[in-house]
C-alpha cells in the first residue's frame, strides 16, 4: 500500500464523506450515519459534531480544498447564531432546545475553541479569532479555579440534568483539550496573549497526570486530581499517551524529556499494538494489560503518534506507523469511504456506524495530516 497516496486521498474523502450530513433547510448537520453510509435524519444539532466538523473543513482550507469553504463559514454562523446560549458558552440543541443551557460543558467547549482558532488561522478573520479568544477565557473563569499548575482544568461549570458533561468533573481529557486549545490559538495569532499556560499545562501533566511508574497517562480521577481511580475496572487510555506526547510537542521549548517520550511510545508499543498492527487501547490499572476492541479514534491516534515518533526517533517506531496505518485502511475504511467506529483484533466490524454523536471523523484528519509528512512506508 502506497500510504502517501493513501493518506492524502483519505484526507479529501473525510472532507466529502461528511457533505451528506448538511441539512440545507434547517442549517446545521445531521450526525448519523449508518452501517450503508445513509443519513439517519435527526431534529438535533450535536455541538461535538459541528465543532469537530469545523476543524476539519477548516483544515481542508489551510491545504487549498476550496470546496471547504462554505461549508466552514456555513458551520461558523450555524454554531454562533444557533447554538451559543445567554450565557456566552455553546451548547447542542436537543428537541428544538438548547440543552442544559445553565451548565458549560468544558470538554466540548474546549473543541469549539479550537476548531474556530483553526478556522480563524485557516481564514485570517479577526472576529472568528476573537470568538475562540473570548470563549477560552470564559471557559478558564468558570473552570480554572485557582493555580492551573496545581488545580488543572474542571469540567463542568453550572448545572445540568442527565447527560451533562458526560467526560466528569475531574477527567485529564479535559486538561488535554485545554492544551491542544492553547496550541490552536497560538497557531491563530494569539502567542503573546497566552503566556506560560503551555508549561503550566506541562507541570500538571508530570505532577498529576503522568504515572511515572507505569508510564502511562491517568484519566479518570474521583474526589480531584490528587485521587486516581485506580480501582479494579479503570484504565488508562495509552492513545491519550500519545496525543499528550504530540500536543507538547508542537510547543517548542514545552515538550516532555526525551526519556518520558520514548517510554510513552514504547508502552503502546508493548502492550497496544497487535502484530497485525490493531491497537488495543485500553490499559486496565490492576491487570497491567490492554483489552478491548480497536476504535476508530484511538487507532487514528496510534498512527499520527508513531508517525511522530518515526520522524523524530526512526526506529521501532517507524514500523509501528506503518503496521497501524494498514489495519486501519484495511479495516475501518469501508469501500464506501465511511469509517467504521470499532473492530476487533480479528478485523471484525463491531460497530459499523459511520457517524454518530461522538464521531466526526476527526481523529481520522488529524491521523492523515501526519501521514501526508511520510515518504512511503
Not at 490552536?184 to 504515572?211: K, M, N, S
Request: net charge negative.
Amino acid at each position: 500500500m502506497n500510504q502517501k497516496n493513501a493518506f492524502h486521498g483519505h484526507f479529501e474523502g473525510i472532507l466529502r464523506y461528511w457533505e451528506r450530513c448538511r441539512d440545507r433547510e434547517r442549517g446545521g448537520l445531521h450526525h448519523l450515519i449508518d452501517a450503508t453510509g445513509t443519513v439517519i435524519p435527526s431534529p438535533d444539532r450535536v455541538l461535538l459534531i459541528h465543532a469537530r466538523q469545523l476543524y476539519n473543513y477548516a483544515e481542508g482550507q489551510r491545504a487549498g480544498l476550496e470546496f471547504c469553504r462554505e461549508p466552514a463559514e456555513h458551520l461558523f454562523g450555524f454554531m454562533t447564531a444557533a447554538l451559543r446560549t445567554p450565557g456566552g458558552w455553546y451548547t447542542s440543541l436537543v428537541d428544538g432546545q438548547l440543552f442544559c443551557p445553565d451548565g458549560l460543558d468544558t470538554y466540548v467547549n474546549l473543541f469549539v475553541v479550537l476548531a474556530m482558532a483553526r478556522y480563524a488561522q485557516a481564514t485570517g478573520r479577526g472576529d472568528v479569532r476573537d470568538e475562540a479568544w473570548r470563549l477560552f477565557r470564559l471557559i478558564e473563569e468558570k473552570t480554572v479555579a485557582g493555580d492551573l499548575r496545581a488545580d488543572g482544568v474542571l469540567g463542568c461549570w453550572g448545572t445540568g440534568g442527565r447527560g451533562f458533561a458526560p467526560i466528569g468533573k475531574f477527567a485529564g481529557n479535559n486538561v488535554l483539550h485545554y492544551l491542544e486549545a492553547v496550541v490552536c490559538l497560538r497557531d491563530a495569532g494569539l502567542e503573546a496573549q497566552l503566556g506560560d499556560r503551555a508549561f503550566a499545562v506541562r507541570d500538571f501533566f508530570l505532577a498529576r497526570i503522568l504515572d511515572p511508574a507505569e508510564n502511562v497517562t491517568l484519566d479518570a480521577f474521583r474526589a480531584g486530581f490528587h485521587d486516581p481511580d485506580r480501582r479494579p475496572g479503570a484504565y488508562a487510555s495509552l492513545a491519550h499517551g500519545l496525543e499528550w506526547f504530540g500536543f507538547f510537542r508542537e510547543w517548542p521549548g514545552a515538550e516532555l524529556p526525551e526519556s518520558i517520550e520514548r517510554a510513552i511510545l514504547d508502552k503502546a508499543l508493548a502492550n497496544a499494538v497487535q502484530p497485525n498492527g490493531a491497537f488495543v487501547d485500553q490499559f486496565y490499572l490492576t491487570e497491567r494489560r490492554c483489552a478491548g476492541a480497536a476504535s476508530f479514534w484511538t487507532q487514528s491516534e496510534a498512527v499520527k503518534g508513531f508517525g511522530l515518533g518515526a520522524r523524530l526517533f526512526g526506529a521501532p517506531y517507524g514500523e509501528a506507523f506503518r503496521r497501524t496505518a494498514e489495519f486501519y485502511f484495511d479495516q475501518f475504511l469501508d469501500a464506501d469511504g465511511g469509517v467504521f467506529s470499532a473492530v476487533d483484533r480479528n478485523g471484525v466490524a463491531l460497530s459499523r456506524m459511520k457517524g454518530h454523536a461522538w464521531k466526526a471523523d476527526y481523529h481520522s484528519l488529524r491521523m492523515c495530516v501526519e501521514g501526508k509528512l511520510h515518504e512511503t512506508a
